[in-house]
């Protein structure tokens, strides 16, 4: 049903093209594509950078604007790190764990525990 529907919309649309009523109705159906492309073109076609790496004049427009971004981009960045001292040796800092001792004397350092004995138990002090 649907199929017979839209065939008998496009008989009808064909009739209404094929007898334009007035100058104006038949202006309208014109196609104006305007710019859309298609045209004539000027001069060589144009590559893709990676199929001629060395011609940039052949390139694209669109490949030439990024390759030269980049390039500066590039061009900036080394003369940043050049003159901003570029990498910098990091020295590695070893982590020595301390002795069960050095932590508890630390400790009692630290929080000036009163009631930490030798051997690290509690000693309770009665005042």
Same mark, same amino acid.
């Given at each position: 049903? !649907?199929?017979? !529907? ?5 008989? $009808?649309?064909?009739?209404? @093209?094929?007898?334009? $009523?007035?100058?104006?109705? !038949? !202006?309208? @159906? ?98």
């Amino acid at each position: 049903m !649907a199929a017979w !529907a839209a065939a008998a919309r496009q008989v $009808t649309s064909l009739t209404r @093209l094929s007898t334009p $009523t007035s100058a104006a109705h !038949a !202006a309208k @159906l014109v196609q104006r594509r305007g710019l859309a492309g298609g045209g004539d073109h000027h001069g060589p076609p144009r590559i893709n950078v990676w199929q001629d790496p060395m011609s940039p004049s052949k390139w694209k427009e669109e490949h030439f604007v990024i390759v030269s971004l980049s390039g500066w981009g590039l061009l900036f960045y080394g003369g940043y790190k050049l003159f901003s001292g570029g990498k910098k040796e990091k020295k590695e800092e070893v982590l020595v764990m301390p002795s069960k001792d050095e932590f508890r004397n630390w400790v009692s350092w630290m929080f000036e525990i009163p009631g930490i004995t030798e051997k690290g138990r509690m000693h309770i002090v009665a005042q």
